[in-house]
């Protein structure tokens, strides 16, 4: 069951950061294009690069967006590391939960999936600066982040939306705690939590949720006292 709440990330930005207008912007994780969908209203000016590995998944998205000039769609999963032979997923067709597997997992139908790093493609593409980072991988989203410790070092980085459980019962999905403890250091504070979804079994227990982390880098101008008052009681 999804709850409601505050309004969307876009929403957000444009009260919280006036004047943010999106480059590049990146989709992992994008299925068959329905948040290239709603990213390209969204983001009016932005480039959106959609990875996605599923084979099935891929085809649709590439018939969905493969003739717009403003999303590029890559067939790879990105990760901590360059992994040659790939990686093994699961492939229920354009399943949005698909997600990486163990070669244990006999039961489940598989795929090999080629892997690179964030920090890897950017480089070979020419891509220096990267304003919003969403990432949706079924329990990989800290791996992919990993992959992109160099542009965050070197603050090149400015959004980054990643899928977390919120509670110690949720095994798919990387705990809330952990990313907390990769971010912080790195200077990326929560900015938002969206899409939140409750426990099946529970209406009084939240299963899962969408956090925007800001990078502290960010410049701009700050907030209205009217919106960070309504955004500490929203």
């Known amino acids: 069951m999804k709850s409601g709440g505050r309004g969307s990330f876009a929403d957000d930005l444009r009260l919280g950061v006036p004047g943010a207008d999106f480059q590049t912007v990146f989709d992992v994780g994008a299925n068959v294009g329905q948040t290239a969908d709603l990213f390209s209203k969204a983001f009016p000016n932005a480039h959106i690069w959609s990875f996605e590995p599923a084979r099935e998944a891929f085809r649709l998205l590439e018939t969905r967006h493969g003739s717009s000039p403003r999303v590029s769609c890559v067939n790879s999963a990105l990760g901590a590391t360059e992994i040659p032979n790939g990686l093994l997923m699961s492939d229920y067709m354009e399943s949005t939960c698909n997600q990486v597997v163990s070669a244990e997992a006999s039961d489940t139908p598989l795929q090999r999936v080629a892997v690179t790093t964030g920090d890897r493609y950017c480089a070979d593409n020419g891509i220096v600066h990267i304003d919003f980072l969403k990432i949706d991988t079924e329990g990989y989203d800290l791996e992919v982040i990993k992959g992109f410790e160099g542009l965050i070092g070197d603050n090149k980085i400015d959004f980054i939306q990643v899928e977390v459980g919120m509670n110690p019962n949720n095994n798919r999905h990387v705990n809330i705690k952990e990313f907390l403890y990769y971010?912080?250091?790195?200077?990326?504070?929560?900015?938002?939590?969206?899409?939140?979804?409750?426990?099946?079994?529970?209406?009084?227990?939240?299963?899962?949720?969408?956090?925007?982390?800001?990078?502290?880098?960010?410049?701009?101008?700050?907030?209205s006292k009217q919106w960070r008052r309504a955004s500490a009681v929203g």
Do not use: C
């Open 183 to 223: 971010m912080e250091p790195r200077k990326f504070y929560m900015f938002g939590v969206y899409d939140q979804w409750r426990e099946k079994s529970s209406n009084l227990t939240m299963r899962r949720a969408n956090i925007v982390f800001a990078g502290l880098h960010i410049s701009g101008p700050r907030p």
